[in-house]
């Protein structure tokens, strides 16, 4: 076993959603790499390599927080050009979606606990090092419903990573 977990809490999309995304994926092509449906993910906050010990303390910090139902719909396709990332995306945030955000990140800076403090914004990977850029597409709406979070471990395998959940959180409202 590793001495470390790289580790992220993040959003995953229900086989719906997934499966949506997934078509919408295929209509553009461009030579990258696709993300495995499996992986769509967007991540709330990345923690990189911690220590075994610090997954029960994540998860009881998790346990504490309270996630909001809210809507998203992922209307917006754009790119980081410089990583040859194309995402999905929408064209607003939610506030109850950006208040646990901000919730989640102040509980990790109470703990102690390290990540990735780049400016967050929401965004499902579709595909990497895509050479060229994304077509002009027809206009977007997947409706995402979202219904709580998950910390996740990303673990390297032959042919990329693997995501794995270490627990989920639901709201109950």
């Not at 499966?19 to 993910?41: C, M, P, S, W, Y």
């Not at 990345?46 to 998790?62: R, Y």
């Not at 504490?64 to 995402?87: A, E, I, K, Q, Y």
Request: glycine share 8%.
């Amino acid at each position: 076993m590793s001495a470390g977990h790289r580790l992220f809490f993040a959003l995953v999309p229900d086989a719906d959603v997934r499966q949506r995304v997934a078509e919408l994926q295929r209509t553009i092509g461009g030579g990258g790499r696709a993300v495995k449906a499996d992986n769509f993910h967007v991540t709330l906050a990345f923690l990189g390599s911690q220590p075994p010990a610090a997954i029960p303390v994540l998860q009881e910090l998790a346990s504490r927080l309270d996630f909001r139902r809210c809507n998203v719909t992922l209307d917006t396709v754009g790119s980081f050009s410089r990583s040859g990332v194309v995402w999905l995306g929408p064209g607003a945030v939610p506030a109850e979606l950006q208040a646990f955000r901000d919730t989640l990140v102040d509980a990790l800076d109470r703990a102690g606990i390290r990540f990735d403090r780049k400016h967050w914004h929401f965004h499902l990977t579709l595909y990497r090092r895509l050479r060229k850029a994304p077509p002009i597409m027809q206009p977007i709406a997947i409706a995402w419903r979202l219904h709580g979070f998950s910390l996740m471990e990303s673990i390297s395998v032959d042919k990329g990573v693997e995501y794995h959940s270490l627990g989920r959180w639901e709201t109950s409202h």
